[in-house]
């Protein structure tokens, strides 16, 4: 235990810019093509405009930089013959640096993650988990860890106009058009430690590799489309996996105004899934809402995501509710809700599995340049009878968690 919490904190210290970087004026400096950088989650990917990343920034020259991250040590405890127990670290951190080019804006952005060695074995525990693989083999009601590197990538904003702006976006490891904000950037998840059952129904590209994407933003809506590589990331999660440009995506966003933030998406994957050929069109929409309150915000998201396989024909959905809401500065509800075609798991067939989690999250007090908190959440799962010998009638997760993060900064 002692190792992990090490390497859990271990993201953090190199965050720490000097006492007077918590001005106002570094976010004024900016072009309105670097504002719009700014507001970019993973990739190309967005909140609502009213949500405030938390944050810390400063400035090296001419260049704005900008230090975002986040660590869980959780514990976590799966009922029934297919349950499991374990302490793990999800983290991440995330570093942006932007500078005025061209009469535009450039931004370099990467986002780094330590879970290969905090997430052991290759796996943690969540039922009704599918997606990747572990030693060979298809993970089953298991999540797998994140990449060591998470983004690596180059953007590049200009404005045609008072109300058009252009965006290039190329990233060797990056985020195509594809999709919601994934669930570790997404404001609705942010005191959710662990892994949606719909993931690689709705986000799992938020990781792919040879990503370039262009788009046209014009008041408030924007289009964009992406050409990546289709399949997922290796076991080997200290190493960039690479391939061709292989598939291809669009995205429509509308943001009509700062709370809220609506996207359709599609995409064609070539051969997702590693460990077994065969290509799939992924389609979905989501409508993601948060409003601010006090110094902190009241985030909420709808997903739906749907998988046509090219080969079998079959169209598995998933669909999700999820929110954060801050009951005050210190206290936190977070819910989330889940229907999911799944058709990978120890059992053949297409069974349809409910997920419904409920929590809480108290922050117990400020380091230098960070948030802490303790918390937990509880999942019950509703699945067919005929599941029920393998999973058990009544299986349940829970997940007692503490939390390091960031602070925002106060303008």
């Known amino acids: 235990m002692k190792r992990k919490l090490f390497l859990t904190l271990l993201v953090f210290p190199i965050c720490a810019p000097a006492q007077d970087d918590m001005s106002g004026m570094h976010m004024h400096q900016m072009n309105e093509a670097g504002m719009y950088l700014m507001d970019m989650a993973s990739g190309t990917s967005r909140n609502p405009a009213s949500w405030t990343m938390p ?16 660590a869980f040590l959780v514990d976590t405890q799966q009922s029934g013959p297919r349950g499991g127990d374990k302490l793990y670290s ?118 792919a590799d040879n990503v370039a994407t262009v788009g046209v933003q014009h008041s408030w809506f924007r289009l964009e489309a ?26 429509l966003s509308l943001m009509p105004s700062k709370n809220w933030m609506f996207q359709v998406s599609a995409g064609h994957l070539t051969d997702p899934e590693r460990q077994q050929s065969g290509d799939v069109t992924r389609v979905t929409s989501s409508l993601h809402y948060s409003r601010p309150i006090g110094d902190n915000s009241w985030s909420t998201s709808f997903i739906w995501g749907l998988n046509h396989d090219l080969v079998t024909g079959r169209n598995l959905n998933s669909y999700l509710a999820e929110t954060v809401y801050p009951l005050s500065r210190r206290n936190f509800l977070t819910g989330r809700w889940e229907l999911v075609d799944k058709d990978e798991l120890s059992v053949p067939g297409i069974w349809r599995i409910g997920a419904y989690t409920a929590g809480y999250t108290h922050d117990i007090g400020s380091l230098p340049y960070l948030e802490t908190g303790i918390g937990a959440n509880l999942t019950a799962y509703t699945l067919p009878e005929t599941l029920k010998p393998t999973y058990g009638g009544r299986p349940w997760g829970v997940n007692l968690y503490v939390r390091l993060r960031i602070k925002k900064e106060h303008l």
């Open 90 to 207: 999800p983290n991440a951190l995330m570093f942006s640096a932007e500078h005025s080019l061209w009469g535009g804006s450039l931004m370099f952005q990467s986002m780094f993650s330590l879970e290969a060695a905090t997430i052991t074995d290759r796996r943690y525990p969540l039922l009704f988990q599918t997606g990747e693989t572990a030693y060979g083999r298809p993970l089953i009601d298991a999540q797998h860890p994140h990449n060591f590197v998470m983004a690596a990538g180059l953007q590049y904003a200009h404005k045609l106009g008072e109300s058009t702006t252009l965006q290039f976006y190329y990233a060797p490891v990056g985020d195509p058009a594809l999709g919601p904000v994934g669930f570790p950037h997404r404001a609705s998840a942010a005191e959710l430690p662990q892994a949606p059952i719909g993931h690689h129904w709705q986000d799992s590209t938020h990781i």
């Open 55 to 70: 944050m810390v920034m400063t400035r090296a020259g001419s260049w704005n930089l900008m230090f975002m991250g986040n």
């Open 226 to 251: 992406s050409g990546f590589y289709g399949s997922e990331p290796g076991e080997n999660r200290w190493r960039i996996d690479w391939g061709p440009m292989n598939s291809y995506s669009g995205r």
